[in-house]
């Protein structure tokens, strides 16, 4: 599939909570999750909520970014959209890093195959851990586990390879 966008859905859990009722530390680090991704700000809005909680935006030329906290919980739930050459890859890491976060489940779409039925792709969805990665689906095929960086994860071949 040739997906003119790639999309991130992230649950952080396990988070600082107060880097997540933190508005200008969150805007911060959405922005800089934004510029590791390798795309253009055009503007951002965040919102804090009483008694505790933040929601907000990052919009790009390339798509957007958005968060929405629950600091009482330790959790974030985040959305990077990105079209073009966008790396949504890149501010995950970014967050998972400024949140603090001790777990984070992705989901990976792919998504605007305009000639193509189905238009979405579900890539991947997958567990990080302090243990490592759980995949939990995977479009792709083969699955061998391998350590990377001396943790238990699992390598995925693509189909036909």
Known sequence: MKATG?????????????VLNDRLLIEELM??????ADTTIVTSVFHPFFP????GVVVIEESHLSIHTWPEYGYAAVDFFTC??????????????GLEAKTSEIMFVNRGAISEEPAMEMVSHLTESEQGQTIHFSSLR??????????????????GK
């Open 6 to 18: 790639r999309h991130l859905l992230v649950e952080y859990k396990n988070c600082n909570p107060l």
């Open 31 to 36: 922005r800089s999750a934004a510029k590791a």
């Open 52 to 55: 505790q909680g933040i929601s």
């Open 84 to 97: 073009g050459d966008g790396l949504p890859e890149k501010a995950h890491e970014v967050l998972k890093q």
């Open 142 to 159: 083969g699955v061998e586990d391998v350590t990377v960086e001396d943790k238990p994860f699992r390598k995925i071949a693509r189909a």
